[in-house]
């Protein structure tokens, strides 16, 4: 196996203890919701704002150790013209890219969907390595639905192309975060997701390793195992946190070089509190924290409301959900 000892300094920044990743990496598209919670049109304008306030966050540095972007962001700049992944970098955080181009729906198997992207993917990773980026986000999607969904045959067409994507990172210097999110929206049992999620880790490794993906030099960023959220019953933080160490011990091989979260559509406070208790259980072989997107940008939006004169506020309360998130992959709160 290819070994790069820069991936492994990568994945140590990104893993350092007391931080965590933010996923700023919506589609334009998706960014577009986040901007409807503030009543802002969707314009190229709004988004660069959007995304120049979070950057630009003093001392946000202190609780994140890398951003992901998406492909319009990472070529984007301030209004002073510095490129966002070099504010980044300029504040020790390290800059990473969302390179999956989606899903589509997995001809053959209703209700199901393939991650599309790998096209030109080397010559894509050259790019983004030139314009700043030490890391990447592969996403594909698990939904529940009773014993009909997920089957193993799309589970384990999403992770041959996900190996392959994470193949054509490291071969680019990039370290890829392979992100198999499990989708919270349903009504199974915190047993059903904990079964489902087992499944799809074990068949997602069984994989990497299989293609000799180096794994130290690679992150995991899984869902927490939770009900779905229609789920009659709904169940404490301490029953959130035995169930996902018990799925990560049933399916991620020690040498990965580190595991973070999604937040998944949970309210900001109930993913905090999750993953709180999650550190609560105490060192694990793989360091552990957080990559939310909502969790993180929705006390922000709110906050910030789309007016100028509200940006300081913003960028405080953004730095507050930080430290928080930060306390609490410690263990702390
Ligand atoms: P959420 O934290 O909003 O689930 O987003 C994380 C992410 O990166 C989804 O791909």
Not at 248 to 276: C, D, W, Y
Request: aromatic content about 8%; some cysteine; overall charge negative.
């Amino acid at each position: 196996m290819q070994r790069n000892t820069k991936l492994y300094e990568t994945v140590a920044a990104l893993m350092a203890s007391g931080k965590g990743i933010l996923a700023a990496d919506e589609s334009d598209g998706t960014a577009g919701k986040r901007l409807a919670m503030v009543r802002l049109e969707n314009t190229p304008e709004n988004r660069q704002d959007f995304r120049e306030l979070l950057f630009t966050a003093p001392d946000i540095e202190k609780y994140l150790s890398g951003v992901i972007m998406f492909d319009s962001s990472i070529r984007n700049e301030t209004d002073d013209g510095v490129l966002f992944a070099d504010v980044l970098t300029a504040k020790g955080i390290v800059p990473g890219i969302k390179v999956d181009r989606g899903t589509r729906a997995l001809q053959g198997f209703k209700d199901e969907e393939i991650t599309q992207g790998l096209d030109d993917l080397d010559k894509r990773f050259a790019e983004y390595y030139d314009l700043g980026a030490r890391f990447a986000k592969w996403r594909m999607v698990v939904t529940i639905d009773e014993d009909k969904t997920p089957t193993y045959e799309a589970v384990r067409m999403n992770c041959v192309m996900m190996t392959r994507y994470a193949q054509l990172a490291q071969a680019a210097g990039i370290v890829p975060i392979v992100e198999p999110e499990v989708i919270h929206a349903g009504d199974h049992s915190l047993e059903k997701a904990e079964l489902e999620t087992t499944r799809t880790l074990q068949i997602l490794f069984q994989t990497l390793q299989e293609y000799r993906v180096d794994l130290a030099g690679l992150i995991l960023k899984s869902s927490m195992v939770l009900a779905g959220d229609r789920y009659q019953n709904q169940t404490s933080a301490e029953e959130v946190a035995q169930a996902t160490l018990r799925t990560f011990h049933m399916s991620v091989p020690h040498e990965t070089g580190g595991i973070v979260f999604l937040s998944g559509g949970q309210s900001p406070k109930r993913a905090t509190e999750n993953l709180n208790a999650i550190a609560k259980l105490g060192a694990q072989p793989w360091p552990i924290t957080y990559s939310f997107s909502r969790a993180i940008e929705e006390p922000f939006l709110n906050a910030w409301a789309g007016k100028s004169e509200n940006s300081q506020k913003a960028q405080e309360v953004l730095l507050e959900t930080c430290k928080q998130n930060s306390l609490a992959a410690q263990g702390k709160l």
